[in-house]
């Protein structure tokens, strides 16, 4: 089910008016929770809910060994990543897997490992990746004795499955959203503006940026062949920074403001990470409850900075490199992450960022130097293939064709008007005008809604529903 759909929004207002009628019963409301998110998740393919039940019940029940027989608590621990990394290999990866093998080993036709794989372990249940990792934590985090299980089965599902993030993010902590489902807060005037802002700012990322600049991206990477225009590429890869960024960071939107209406507080997953001026800030600022739990749950137990230099290279490179796969089962993603790495490590060996100065000369040189940086990495990420990447590259390089970036007068203007948003957004101009001028806020939400409804893209799929 698609947050911009017609039936989501029959769902959500069926959702609210049932919550408003079960108040304050805290039970009532968990089971509710859980039944109208499974209805939701199941809505896309109720075959694959048994996953996500599955998942639930083996952390659920890992959590609960863990703290009565502290003395297995290791075994337990290990069962459960088994079970959860086997489940997401199964349906993720398998094809993957297979067809390297089969290319490694010179397999083909009916001998090949990957044309005897049942069509069903083929298909990539939506937000597998999202889910699972969310289970994950729960467990990792009783083990460390961050957390205690809850015993309520009915609470941790009610967790696990929540549907505003359950299929793209962002990944909830245990520690911060069990708490809060034995709340039942009363949601102020202010928390329904704050969700409805969220929510109207989520839907114009999405449908009026990302989704008008979708067919651009899909023309030009779906191509038989590679334009030889230098510009053209630099274009399109732009188009597709703003792209992806704005579908994502509009689900989390959309996610958030949700959840602000349902009582709850999710954290931020997006903090204008174009204006980044270091890879490093980049992922402080770019899917940050992943890149979080990358560093909570693979990074520091890999050692960190702990263990010497040398070492927490390859500590960064492994968590990029598994960063990547997470992101989908091809080599391209896996490049995606190598090429972050690569430009982590430089800039962790050489210190350049401080070194060029604090100026605001010296900060706009490192936010072009990152800016490129991150663009040559989308090129891998949104190839069909690694040559078509080299290919690609290679012509953004190559300084050829003619001067014009081919995307034409529409995608230039929305490509201006969310460059424009961010700019006011970075500036903390929203929070300068929220509360103080309420009818510039209603014009301006005004102006976002009525974009939305006349200038709104062909709807299409969340991108990172895939992963």
């Known amino acids: 089910m698609l947050f911009n759909s017609l039936i989501f929004v029959a769902f959500a207002i069926i959702f609210f008016l049932v919550s408003k009628i079960i108040g304050k019963n805290v039970k009532g409301r968990l089971m509710w929770l859980t039944t109208a998110s499974f209805f939701f998740y199941g809505w896309w393919d109720w075959r694959f809910l048994s996953l996500i039940v599955i998942s639930g019940l083996i952390d659920y029940f890992a959590a609960l060994g863990i703290s009565r027989y502290p003395g297995r608590k290791k075994l337990l621990l290990v069962l459960s990543i088994i079970a959860n990394l086997g489940s997401l290999s199964l349906f993720k990866y398998s094809g993957f897997i297979a067809e390297n093998i089969d290319r490694l080993l010179g397999l083909n036709g009916g001998f090949s490992l990957a044309a005897n794989i049942p069509e069903f372990f083929l298909i990539t249940p939506v937000g597998i990746s999202f889910y699972t990792f969310q289970s994950m934590s729960y467990t990792f985090d009783v083990y460390r004795n961050k957390l205690k299980p809850t015993k309520s089965i009915l609470q941790f599902f009610a967790y696990l499955s929540m549907f505003p993030q359950l299929v793209a993010g962002p990944i909830v902590r245990a520690e911060t959203m069990l708490p809060q489902l034995l709340e039942v807060k009363r949601v102020t005037n202010d928390k329904h503006w704050d969700g409805f802002q969220l929510i109207v700012r989520g839907y114009f990322k999405k449908m009026v940026i990302a989704d008008n600049l979708a067919p651009l991206v899909m023309a030009a990477f779906s191509a038989p062949d590679i334009n030889s225009s230098t510009m053209f590429w630099w274009g399109a890869i732009i188009a597709f920074a703003f792209q992806i960024y704005c ?46 739990w990358f560093r909570d749950y693979l990074y520091i137990p890999l050692g960190g900075n702990r263990k010497g230099k040398f070492r927490s290279y390859i500590n960064l490179w492994i968590t990029m490199l598994v960063s990547g796969l997470w992101h989908g089962a091809a080599w391209t993603f896996v490049a995606w992450g190598a090429v972050h790495a690569f430009f982590a490590s430089a800039e962790r060996l050489t210190g350049w960022p401080e070194k060029i100065g604090k100026s605001s000369v010296a900060k706009f040189l490192a936010w072009f ?57 970075a500036l903390h101009l929203d929070d300068k005008l929220k509360g103080k001028h309420p009818v510039a806020e209603m014009v301006f939400y005004s102006v976002l809604i009525a974009a939305i409804i006349f200038f709104r893209g062909a709807g299409s799929e969340f991108i990172y529903f895939q992963f």
């Open 247 to 292: 579908d994502f960071a509009g689900y989390s939107d959309i996610a958030r403001g949700l959840a602000l209406w349902m009582g709850y507080d999710f954290p931020d997953n997006f903090n204008h990470p174009y204006i980044s001026t270091s890879i490093r800030e980049f992922w402080e600022r770019w899917h940050i409850s992943l890149s979080t």
């Open 369 to 425: 130097i990152v800016s490129i940086q991150v663009l040559i990495a989308w090129v891998f990420f949104r190839a069909e293939n690694i040559n078509q990447a080299l290919d690609i590259l290679k012509v953004m390089f190559s300084f050829q064709g003619p001067f014009k970036f081919g995307w034409g007068l529409d995608a230039s203007i929305f490509i201006s008007v969310i460059i424009l948003r961010e700019l006011l957004s």
